[in-house]
């Protein structure tokens, strides 16, 4: 099992940044597939960012592109989220995930963090 707990959440005006980080537990977390995900009220959950095992590869969801970095240290077994840039609609709860190499569902989250962003 692997244990997701977030941190860095907050209120920030359009504009401003935040740096989400989610520290893993349980097992290391290096041959994961690690992510964030964001759910903003009355919408489904979707995902915004995701860094393979090596860190090399990485994908962004398009509203995202260009303000957000995701990032991963599996020494420390974390992943973080650098958000810039950030506007009114970005203002969800966001999920740290993991699943296993090659499989499609997202097998372990975290609790998740709010993130408010007034304009």
């Known amino acids: 099992q692997v244990q997701l707990v977030e941190s860095g959440g907050g209120l920030v005006q359009a504009g401003g940044s935040l740096r989400l980080s989610c520290a893993a537990s349980g097992r290391t977390v290096s041959n994961f597939v690690l992510g964030w995900h964001r759910q903003a009220p009355g919408k489904e959950r979707e995902i915004v960012a995701a860094?393979?095992?090596?860190?090399?590869?990485?994908y962004y969801a398009d509203s995202v592109k260009g303000r957000f970095d995701i990032s991963r240290d599996n020494a420390r077994n974390t992943v973080s989220l650098q958000m810039r840039s950030l506007r009114p609609e970005d203002t969800a709860v966001y999920y740290c995930?993991?699943?296993?190499?090659?499989?499609?569902?997202?097998?372990?989250w975290g609790q998740g963090t709010q993130v408010t962003v007034s304009s």
């Open positions: 995930a993991a699943k296993f190499r090659g499989e499609n569902t997202w097998t372990f």
């Open positions: 860094v393979m095992y090596g860190a090399s590869t990485t």
